[in-house]
Each structure stands twice: as structure tokens, then as C-alpha cells.
């Protein structure tokens, strides 16, 4: 079974829902028989790369919220989020570029095993949106990667160059020439069924179900 999974580390709704697809794999032992492919999308691509704002001064500015309206939106998010045993840290939540986090994805799916990709994936969302670290900072990129069993040399020259920046871009593209193509985390099931967006645990055990 294979899922291919377009997501952005900026997106708090991708972690959530790539959290949940994961711990209903283990639950239905599935662990081992999905092959997961995790592909580039950016929010926004011209995301600084050293932060100017918070998530929150985010949707109050580029998205002309109130105080009010931004407050319950990120209560809201992160009340979803603890359902799948997540404790986001919005309020303070840095915006910046994703696109070296993205390129070390791609590095870690090409020369590492799927575990190491998988854990290298889901550090980065931690870092993000638990720990408040900087993506765009390749220091932290740097240490993540090397957590999650990554030569520390390898790592340092792809994020000293602009190794898989194409790949990124081309996978970006592809999604957004998908006629269906609105909400990430968009994945798509190996019988052409599509979720996107806001997914619910059942709509993802009976996609799942229909696989095996």
C-alpha cells in the first residue's frame, strides 16, 4: 500500500493529520505494509527566512483578523490538535520559509530508510509547532537531522547548496495542477481516493480499509 502525502511544516492541520494516519497504521498493524511518500508544499514561499512574526500576529495581519477572531482560531486548532495527542505551542508558533526543511525531506526519502524519513518528518512538525524552533535555520535543521540518525557531513552539504530546491518546486507544482487540489495535507490513497484538509479519524479508517 502506498499514500503519498503533500504537506507543509507550517501547516498545523498536516501535523495533525499525518499524526492521526500514522497511529491508526499501528493500531490496525499495519506498520510495515504502508510505504509512505511525503512531498513538498509551501504555504508560502516567500516566508522569510528569519521570522518577523508569530503564527498569531500572522492571521491578524496577512489575514486582517481581529484579536478576538485570532484568539478562538488558535484555541480551536490547538483543542483539535490535543485529540491526537498533540500540545501545540500557536501563540508563539515563528513564521518562516520551510523550504530547507522541505529539502532535507527529500534528502532524508532518497538516501535513508522510510523509519528514519518518518521520524525525520514528524521531528520537524515537533520542532515547529511544539518546540518553537526556527525551520529556516540550518543549525536546528542540522541537529534534527542528526537526532534522527542523519550524517551530519551529508546534511551539511545539502543544506549548503541548493540540492533537491527543484525537486521541492516541481512536487508543488504538480499538486497544484490537481483539478481537485484545495486543502493540505492532501493525500492520495493508492485506489486514486483523495483526503484533504480537516480529516476525521473514520474517513481515514475506511479509506484505509478499502486498501487492504
Request: glycine share 4%; with cysteine; charged share 20%.
Amino acid at each position: 500500500m502506498e499514500i503519498k502525502i503533500w504537506a507543509d511544516y507550517a501547516c498545523p492541520y498536516s501535523y495533525m493529520g499525518e499524526k492521526q494516519l500514522m497511529d491508526i497504521i499501528e493500531s490496525q498493524g499495519l506498520t510495515g505494509q504502508v510505504k509512505i511518500q511525503f512531498l513538498s508544499y509551501q504555504l508560502d514561499p516567500t516566508a522569510p527566512l528569519i521570522p518577523v512574526e508569530t503564527m498569531t500576529q500572522h492571521f491578524m495581519d496577512g489575514h486582517n483578523y481581529t484579536s478576538e477572531q485570532t484568539e478562538h482560531l488558535m484555541e480551536r486548532i490547538t483543542k483539535m490538535a490535543s485529540r491526537v495527542g498533540l500540545d501545540y505551542k500557536l501563540v508563539t508558533t515563528q513564521v518562516c520559509s520551510t523550504f530547507d526543511a522541505h529539502r532535507l525531506m527529500e534528502y532524508a526519502q532518497a538516501c535513508a530508510s522510510q523509519a528514519t524519513a518518518i521520524k525525520l518528518n514528524f521531528a520537524l512538525f515537533h520542532a515547529n509547532f511544539i518546540e518553537n524552533l526556527r525551520l529556516s535555520d540550518h543549525n536546528v535543521l542540522l541537529s534534527i537531522a542528526t537526532k534522527c540518525g542523519l550524517n551530519a557531513d551529508e546534511v551539511k552539504e545539502v543544506l549548503e547548496s541548493d540540492r533537491f530546491g527543484s525537486q521541492v518546486k516541481t512536487e508543488e507544482n504538480e499538486v497544484d495542477q490537481r483539478k481537485d487540489f484545495e486543502l493540505i495535507p492532501y493525500m492520495v490513497f493508492d485506489n486514486g481516493t483523495v483526503l484533504q484538509g480537516v480529516i476525521t479519524p473514520g474517513e481515514m479508517k475506511n479509506v484505509l480499509a478499502k486498501q487492504q
